[in-house]
């Protein structure tokens, strides 16, 4: 490793929790079940991390960013710290119970044993009643921290033992200004990402990150424009080829909202906040073929459409309520 770099882990906003735990830590009150809500890429396991971090540095002015547990920590070689942290496989029972073992022995290295166990909500229901247990008795000098969109997606019993810190949206101002200095993203493309993120930082990095996002966010307006000219038989067509892909529908139900949400500012006589600037032709040549409560309920449509996609509703029948309620505008 360099021995210049600072590994210090830096959390963008979310000031009042950080200082909330590094508050408990001073007053010998670290919470031992700690739950950590709110939306996709927010941050959520970044105060996780930050807090592994800040309570076993051993430096003076935590976290140093300096010393072995800080460069350990960020290197995920830190053998007090387990981060679970796989989309694509939920928690299983298996490896909860490899982790209490570990938790039921003192810390190695650090101060603290720190288990970060990120979208608890997708555990297996055996992975998480396993874990009741250790919250419910947990070993002195162990940190669990958990996180999850909503506490409603957890069992109430496990919600019951955690301290709760729920995060929300940061301004657009602190994502942009975090995309310009931290990131050094050029002003027009972070002012796009800023608007385009709604408050998640880590949901702009990932797209700064996806080269093709670009292009997909333009193929969603140019399949908006061609179903708003399609029959019904077409539109269902569409929805059974584009429900197949429950990622990328995701993205284009999000996509159109923010659509429909310019549409709504324009058909409202505002142009203040519109966020698809460089598509403002093209959503001009629309909004005055509608009303504004028409726009108003395609946006409800959408917002619904994608909270069902959350609950698992099948993404077929979901997408195409959307596509069917869709106005037809034959000769844009
Ligand atoms: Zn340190």
Redesign the pocket.
């Known amino acids: 490793m360099d021995d210049n770099q600072d590994f210090?882990i830096h959390v963008v906003g979310h000031e009042w929790a950080v200082d909330l735990l590094k508050r408990q830590q001073k007053n010998e009150r670290v919470p031992q079940s700690l739950l950590i809500t709110g939306p996709p890429n927010i941050g959520k396991s970044s105060v996780a991390r930050f807090f592994a971090?800040y309570l076993n540095?051993?430096?003076e002015s935590?976290?140093?960013?300096?010393?072995l547990?800080?460069r350990k920590t960020v290197s995920g070689n830190h053998p007090d710290i387990r981060i679970f942290d796989d989309d694509n496989n939920p928690l299983k029972i298996d490896q909860v119970r490899t982790l209490q073992r570990e938790l039921s022995l003192s810390p190695l290295e650090g101060r603290y044993r720190v288990a970060l166990l990120c979208n608890f909500e997708r555990a297996t229901t055996s992975a998480a009643n396993a874990l009741l247990k250790t919250l419910e008795e947990p070993a002195s000098q162990v940190v669990i921290i958990l996180t999850a969109p909503d506490p409603g997606n957890l069992l109430a019993t496990i919600v019951s033992r955690c301290q709760v810190l729920t995060l929300r949206p940061l301004p657009d101002a602190d994502v942009l200004d975090a995309l310009q200095n931290r990131w050094q993203v050029l002003p027009e493309q972070a002012e796009l990402l800023a608007q385009l993120a709604a408050g998640r930082l880590g949901w702009a990095v990932n797209a700064l990150a996806d080269e093709s996002f670009i292009a997909r966010r333009a193929q969603y307006l140019d399949d908006l424009l061609d179903l708003l000219r399609m029959h019904r038989a077409e539109r269902l067509t569409y929805a059974y080829g584009m429900s197949r892909d429950t990622a990328a529908l995701k993205e284009a139900l999000t996509q159109w909202l923010i659509i429909w949400r310019d549409l709504l500012l324009l058909r409202s006589g505002s142009q203040t906040r519109i966020i698809n600037l460089d598509w403002l032709d093209a959503l001009q040549n629309i909004a005055h073929r509608g009303s504004a409560v028409q726009a108003k309920e395609m946006v409800v449509r959408l917002q619904t459409a994608l909270q069902n996609l959350e609950r698992n509703v099948n993404p077929r029948l979901n997408l195409e309520i959307v596509l069917l309620k869709l106005p037809l505008y034959a000769d844009i």
């Open positions: 210090a971090q540095c051993q430096g935590r976290p140093c960013g300096v010393c547990s800080c």
